[in-house]
């Protein structure tokens, strides 16, 4: 095992990945920006460098930052969590050679499958099935046009280098897909750095089924079941839930068989998620497979007992993966919920502010992943997830219960900022939803509801204009 990670992001997966390594007797260093100089794992870890402003371009995407402090303080290895550079194959590159482990796939595995057609093309290869449309990019809005009409529409225009719900437009009609083709080709280049684009169907009525893997650099696997990720807004998951409900036990181990068959064809190694949508057939197509830790990874631990962090550091360090297939056995059913710093009466525009309560809840079965507590500046630099809370039962309506109950009790306030907690509980409260029978659209069919403005708010402030910092040089800080 290493002797000194490095935490390589913020937030609650900073503090997620550091309490991993401190139980396995591994020493933490986390790099922050000077917004997060107060943070809780600043505050823990064993050391910790500031690498840059507030801005995340200039700390938490600056590579070169990022392994000099790997170097200053002697790390083996970095661990990027989610987000900013968990799926940068540049990256990981850099990592591997300036003498760091990567926590993930190999770099070269990881460029493949970044790329969303050459992941499609790789993974079809390997015989899972594909939504229909292009595997290789579209290279005209004219070309985008005759696969649509071969496909038939809805069709969804994507980024080939897209991630985390973006770079996607959705087209119903034949007279909007030239100027989606464009508009989407434009915002890829500007997020990614990419302009290329792919057309495939857009299932309407579909579940986001998902499922998780371990595999180890000897070429051993396993599938840890499956979740569930089908209540989304614009692409961003809001509720999900190990494992998926409503459908057949036949159908779902075919799921994961073939996504461990997948994972094993392209020779991925660490923790992935390999995601999918099943139609009202309950045929599945494959749409993507992320090389990181998912936000959502609590569920599938709740149900096996593993911890998936954990298991990422054992293989990181060349240990062959400690499961076989037959030892994962899942039990009753876990829920999470994202507690956002967003208003849902006002599509969800993000609600930065300082936290004057901040209450979380507890119980039996209760978990909460969280960074924030009482006087934390929720800021405007970074994503607005605050907390997770996940819940655990032995059948799927004592979970939602039990969730309804740890929303009731978490206490969030603070002027100016509102929680999608309220949205959360209409979702619980939605028919379709407590059936286990709803689909992508569930979102945006409550938005539609005639009560949709209808949702209890906290309180909170105006959000900081800037960060208050100058940007600062390199600097290294003992915090114990």
Known sequence: MFETVLIANRGEIALRVLRACKELGVRTAVVYSAADADSAAVRLADRAVRIGPASSRRSYLNAAAIVEAARQVGAQAVHPGYGFLSEDADFAEICVDNGLTFIGPPPSVMAALADKSSARALLSRAGLPLSPGSVAPVSTAAAAAEIA???????????????????????????????????????????????????????????????????????????????????????????????????????????????????????????????????????????????????????????????????????????????????????????????????????????????????????????????????????????????????????????????????????????????TIPFVRRVLDDAAFRKGRYTTGLVDRLLAAPDAASTQRTTATPAPRSASAAEPDITLRRTR
């Open 149 to 419: 009409a071969a496909v038939g529409y809805p069709v969804i225009v994507k980024a080939a280098a897209g991630g985390g719900g973006r770079g996607m437009t959705v087209v119903r009609t034949p007279g909007e897909l030239r100027r989606a083709y464009t508009r989407t080709r434009a915002a890829a280049q500007a997020a990614f750095g990419d302009d290329r684009v792919y057309v495939e169907r857009y299932l309407t009525e579909a579940r986001h089924v998902e499922v998780q893997v371990l595999c180890d650099s000897h070429g051993n696997g396993v599938h840890l079941g499956t979740r569930d990720c089908s209540v989304q807004r614009r692409h961003q998951k809001l509720v999900e839930e190990a494992p998926a409900p409503a459908l057949s036990a036949a159908v779902l181990d075919t799921i994961a068989e073939a996504a461990l068959r997948g994972a094993l064809a392209v020779g991925f190694v660490g923790a992935g998620t390999l995601e999918f949508l099943v139609d009202a057939e309950e045929k599945f197509h494959f749409l993507e497979i992320n090389c990181r830790i998912q936000v959502e990874h609590p569920v599938t631990e709740m149900v096996t007992g593993i911890d998936l962090v954990h298991e990422q550091l054992h293989i990181a360090a060349g240990v062959p993966l400690r499961w076989r297939q037959e030892e994962i056995r899942l039990h009753g059913v876990a829920v999470e919920c994202r507690v956002n710093t967003e208003d849902p009466a006002r599509d969800f525009v993000p609600t930065p502010g300082r936290l004057e309560r901040f209450t979380p809840p507890g119980g039996p079965f209760t978990r909460v992943d969280t960074h924030a507590s009482a006087g934390y500046l929720v800021g405007p630099w970074y994503d607005s997830l605050l907390a997770k809370v996940i819940v655990w039962a032995p059948d799927r309506e004592l979970a939602l219960n039990r969730l309804e109950r740890a929303l009731d009790e978490f206490d969030i306030a603070g002027p100016g900022v509102h929680t």
